[in-house]
């Protein structure tokens, strides 16, 4: 037994020697996709890889970038403890050549920095937190928006949107900032802050709550008593629905809502209602709605995602990372090589105007990396549905701002 | 002096909820003396089970809680007869065991939902009773009238009934219990059952009014934890009157300090329970040393 083992063994290792050669001319760049794949937040994390599928597809009908396909292998990681163990068997393992990923900023954080211990290119295009750039690591290049990006949207729509909408001046506008407690939230709620602060207006109360919480009377009291013309609101979506239910409950209707990030669900629609969350306004990812002039190729984006999954996109997270892997792409040619220092070095010199791309994004990287020119959009809920309202290069012809008040 | 009573309001209504998730978690403890870290999983497909009857069948929550209270508290029986009975030597390890039931609950839940939060829509979940200047949720004060029936029944069920005459025994003292003729297994068996049931209970009433997810659970076993301690181990009247003290604590540290300390006040009740009266209000002596101390 012994001796036709060995010589299987020998067989084989001619095998391989023999095919090695033409393997090496082929080899797929190996790509690890990080994200949560079981856990509360798998059906975020599947799509987002969704978008990276697409685009792997997409690229490999043309040959791949540099000779070589794309193969995306995917690292489930639920836990930014599991984000390292992830990190190191995927390029133990399965030998992947560099990271995407996530849908989660805690998890990007040390699946990043596991990633670097390896010299492999972490590319982000879907996590928020403005630390990941700033710590300022080798391998780490963020295509997609940050925290601060979408605070800078929610303060542009509250000047052009809805100042406008409500006939007040933006100075002396009153403004409620709530969030939920955790770094995601504050974070966004003080850039919101400072930014509409510059701009005049008068921020009535600024406050935070768990997003895990049983109760929000406390908060909307005090919200009624403020009496602001706009509340804007950066959570998750259990305590997004609970205050908007407190509000409705209590009667209380500020002139304007605006939604940072969550509120935009099937579910959220469901647990209020349409006629209560008609007028809502929502900043997030750029969705299938919008025009070509905006985003070139979104179109494209849902036939290519309604072909291959048979159903609508869930959430347009996917399309953002579709995008971002799209730029992942053009960076590796443009350098070379998939190295990390070589990438930086090519992203540093990418200069490519707004709206190049799906989600309108365009590519100007800042000193630490991060995509200036990440597309973001603001939608409403109008007849149980959402439209894109601004900006108005995004805005589909026929589609108007609807009344912001409450019913 | 409007806002006041606002608050307490407010206060009393969300001391109705914890309440009545506290009530099967109290009883639980101060009968088969273990702490069943899974309580706030059961509230959980308390919710699930009314949001199912609700998208399936068209039910609504007041009328599927009849139907999905006694399953979850059949559940509850299987859990006590089947792990919770077989550790019964090992209080320590009764403890991880429902842990463990933590866990496996929430990711079962979690590998039907897929991470997608439901909630029930409907009529129930926004109507509001105008009480004067009040505005008062339905689904909240229902939540407190069943908290105060259920309080009632249950004092009454114990006082008055043989079965709990039997089951006051067993608390009292385990082994003169059995030495008495109650079947002492089988008294754990109902009072885990009534446990689950009344966490079930809870669940429902709440499905109209929040999102619910696999961890949902734990948005209430902390404050869960917390009422049963300061109400008193064991006491009914205790969990009853810790939610409400909870609540109506919670409400005026949220609205007169701030709502991101709503937790930490309470918190920093517990603790001064803990060291000032450990068996809490109305608990009896000796039940905080459930687990180091053999139960006789």
Do not use: C
Request: glycine share 12%.
């Amino acid at each position: 037994m012994r001796a036709l083992k060995s010589w299987l063994a020998g067989l084989v290792a001619l095998a391989t020697l023999a095919l090695a050669p033409a393997a090496q001319a082929q080899a797929p760049i190996k790509v690890g996709a990080l994200n949560p794949y079981s856990g509360p937040l798998a059906l975020y994390g599947t799509e987002v890889t969704r978008g990276y599928e697409l685009a792997v597809d997409r690229l490999n009908a043309s040959g791949g970038v540099l000779g070589r396909r794309f193969e995306l292998i995917r690292g489930d990681v639920t836990s930014p403890q599991q984000g390292i163990a992830t990190v190191e068997q995927l390029v133990t393992r399965d030998k992947v050549d560099l990271f995407v990923g996530t849908y989660i900023s805690a998890i990007a954080l040390t699946a990043s920095d596991a990633a670097q211990r390896y010299n492999k290119l972490y590319w982000e295009t879907n996590a928020l937190a403005a630390q990941l750039t700033e710590r300022g690591l080798p391998n780490f290049v963020r295509a997609g928006p940050d925290g601060p990006a979408f605070a800078a949207m929610s303060a542009a729509a509250v000047r052009e949107l809805i100042a406008p909408a409500l006939k007040k001046d933006m100075r002396g506008l009153t403004v409620w900032i709530e969030s939920e407690d955790s770094i995601y939230g504050t974070q966004i709620a003080q850039v919101q802050r400072r930014i509409l602060e510059t701009f005049g207006a008068k921020i009535v109360g600024f406050g935070a709550h768990s997003a895990r919480t049983v109760d929000l009377n406390d908060t909307v009291l005090r919200i009624r008593q403020a009496n602001p013309d706009v509340l804007v609101q950066t959570g998750y979506v259990p305590d997004g629905n609970l205050l908007l239910r407190t509000l409705r409950d209590q009667g209380v209707k500020p002139g304007a809502i605006l939604y940072v990030g969550t509120g935009d669900t099937p579910e959220t629609l469901q647990a209020l209602g349409e006629k209560y969350m008609d007028g809502i306004l929502i900043v997030g990812y750029p969705r299938n709605d919008i025009t070509e002039a905006f985003g070139p190729g979104a179109k494209a984006y849902l036939e290519a995602y309604r072909a291959k999954y048979k159903a609508d996109p869930i959430a347009p997270q996917g399309m953002n990372a579709y995008t971002g892997f799209l730029i992942l792409a053009e960076t590796i040619k443009a350098a070379n090589s998939i190295e990390p220092d070589k990438i930086q070095a090519a992203a540093a010199k990418l200069d490519k105007p707004e709206h190049s791309y799906p989600s309108g994004h365009g590519v100007k990287f800042d000193k630490n990396f991060q995509n200036l020119r990440a597309g973001l959009t603001v939608s409403q809920w109008q007849g149980g549905k959402l439209a894109t309202v601004y900006p108005k290069l995004a805005v589909t012809p026929g589609v108007t701002l609807k009344p912001l008040a409450r019913p | 002096m409007d806002i006041f009573f606002t608050v307490l309001v407010f206060g009393l209504l969300l001391g109705g909820i914890y309440g009545l998730v506290s009530i099967g978690l109290n009883l639980i403890f101060g009968v088969v003396r273990i702490v069943n870290f899974a309580q706030g999983e059961l509230v959980m497909f308390g919710m699930y089970g009314g949001f199912f009857a609700w998208h399936w069948w068209g039910i609504n929550p007041y009328l599927s809680v009849f139907l999905v209270a006694p399953l979850v508290g059949l559940l509850g029986v299987a859990i006590q007869r089947l792990v919770i009975q077989p550790l019964q030597h090992e209080p320590n390890m009764q403890i991880f065991a429902t842990f463990g039931l933590l866990m496996l609950f929430q990711n079962l839940m979690l590998m039907v939902s897929r991470g997608e939060a439901y909630s029930v829509g409907g009529q129930v979940g926004s109507t509001v009773l105008t009480v004067g200047d009040l505005k008062l949720s339905l689904v909240r004060v229902v939540t407190l009238v069943a908290a105060t029936l259920i309080t009632i029944g249950l004092h009454l069920f114990l006082a008055r009934t043989m079965t709990g005459k039997a089951i006051r025994a067993v608390t009292q003292d385990k082994r003169a219990a059995r030495a008495m003729g109650i079947n002492v297994e089988k008294t754990f068996l109902i009072t885990f059952g009534i446990g689950a049931a009344l966490a079930g209970m809870a669940g429902v009433l709440l499905t109209p009014i929040y999102s619910i997810t696999p961890g949902v659970g734990g948005n209430f076993i902390l404050a869960a934890f917390a009422v049963v301690v300061l109400g008193g181990l064991g006491s009914v009247w205790g969990a009853y009157l810790g939610g409400l003290v909870v609540g109506i604590v919670e409400a005026f540290a949220g609205f007169y300090i701030d709502p991101v300390l709503r937790s930490a006040v309470w918190f920093v009740i517990f603790l001064i329970v803990l060291v000032v009266k450990p068996s809490g209000l109305l608990g009896q002596v000796g039940a905080e040393e459930v687990g180091f101390r053999e139960q006789h």
